[in-house]
T-cell receptor, first 110, second 114 residues
Framework: SQQGEEDPQALSIQEGENATMNCSYKTSINNLQWYRQNSGRGLVHLILIRSNEREKHSGRLRVTLDTSKKSSSLLITASRAADTASYFC??????????FGSGTKLNVKP | NAGVTQTPKFQVLKTGQSMTLQCAQDMNHEYMSWYRQDPGMGLRLIHYSVGAGITDQGEVPNGYNVSRSTTEDFPLRLLSAAPSQTSVYFCASSSGGAGGDTQYFGPGTRLTVL
């Protein structure tokens, strides 16, 4: 079974609202990364958070990591229609070995 | 830099045929990986490499072979295609480093096996 699982599977919001996605995993990790995938395209790296970090920011993105609960969340503030995409978390158990969840499909309505 | 390139973009095979999916990167990355993505799902790791001459299996390696003779190239071979291998295949590379590093993905190869 996959190491990381995102929740919710789908999320529909209005432009300007915040979007929150969660990721849960099963075993200890080295780091956790979030990726975005636009329809029919490859994945684009958004942010990496290491196991000894609790929170990280990048522009409108905020990622938290709770290793005691084995969970992470991705917050996109003031969402835009261009943020419409699927978002995946990937956990790294060992160097260069990543496990992806099944993703959250975000739809931002203009 | 072209980043990570994959060829072909689309491919249709008949059951039992073999083929090689090509992947190349020009970022001098040591680490390269192959993933497959089935409809509505995340990526599953097929094989990965931590450097030229070194490869290892991921979650779903059966039916696939890899080799890494150079830092730049990491081809994926389908030995005898089966309909269950219909998927989108992504190649990725990263520079590695303590705790792992950002993966850069190619645009993908859409494979249909009839």
């Amino acid at each position: 079974s996959q190491q990381g699982e995102e929740d919710p599977q789908a999320l529909s919001i209005q432009e300007g609202e915040n979007a929150t996605m969660n990721c849960s995993y099963k075993t200890s990790i080295n780091n956790l990364q979030w990726y975005r995938q636009n329809s029919g395209r490859g994945l684009v790296h958004l942010i990496l958070i290491r196991s000894n970090e609790r929170e990280k920011h990048s522009g409108r993105l905020r990622v938290t990591l709770d290793t005691s609960k084995k969970s992470s969340s991705l917050l996109i503030t003031a969402s835009r229609a261009a943020d419409t995409a699927s978002y995946f978390c990937a956990t790294s158990l060992s160097l260069n070995k990543f496990y992806f969840g099944s993703g959250t499909k975000l739809n931002v309505k203009p | 830099n072209a980043g990570v390139t994959q060829t072909p973009k689309f491919q249709v095979l008949k059951t039992g045929q073999s083929m090689t999916l090509q992947c190349a990167q020009d970022m001098n990355h040591e680490y390269m990986s192959w993933y497959r993505q089935d409809p509505g799902m995340g990526l599953r790791l097929i094989h990965y490499s931590v450097g030229a001459g070194i490869t290892d299996q991921g979650e779903v390696p059966n039916g696939y072979n890899v080799s890494r003779s150079t830092t730049e190239d990491f081809p994926l071979r389908l030995l005898s295609a089966a309909p269950s291998q219909t998927s989108v295949y992504f190649c990725a590379s990263s520079s590695g480093g303590a705790g792992g590093d950002t993966q850069y993905f190619g645009p993908g190869t859409r494979l249909t096996v009839l």
